[in-house]
Nanobody
Framework: QVQLVESGGGLVQPGGSLRLSCAAS????????MGWYRQAPGKQRELVAI???????NYADSVKGRFTISIDNAKNTVYLQMNSLKAEDTAVYYC???????????????WGQGTQVTVSS
């Protein structure tokens, strides 16, 4: 099994910053990519940003220029630095990884439990 543990959510004022972290652990053979999704009340879960182990990055248009994703391959940890936060960034943020467990030949999606980010004055 692969476990994802997220941290760093909370309440912040508009224009503020937060940094999310997500560490993957367990019987990991390889990680293809890690990333972040979010789900606001009444909306579908949407991609925020993903990063491959090689450093290729994809951002949602709504966060480009404000959010920065990075990865520490040695620690199997992904970070999301969120700056210039807006009320519309309020959501539960979920960590995701596409990884392969030891002894298994295929890759699967794994999800964290989610961390709440609330942007409000």
């Amino acid at each position: 099994q692969v476990q994802l543990v997220e941290s760093g959510g909370g309440l912040v004022q508009p224009g503020g910053s937060l940094r999310l972290s997500c560490a993957a652990s367990g019987s990991i053979f390889d990680i293809n990519y890690m990333g972040w999704y979010r789900q606001a009340p009444g909306k579908q879960r949407e991609l925020v940003a993903i990063i491959t182990r090689g450093g290729s990055i994809n951002y949602a248009d709504s966060v480009k220029g404000r959010f920065t994703i990075s990865i520490d391959n040695a620690k199997n940890t992904v970070y999301l630095q969120m700056n210039s936060l807006k009320a519309e960034d309020t959501a539960v943020y979920y960590c995701n990884t596409y990884a392969r467990e030891r002894g298994i030949t295929w890759y699967s999606d794994y999800w964290g439990q989610g961390t709440q980010v609330t942007v409000s004055s």
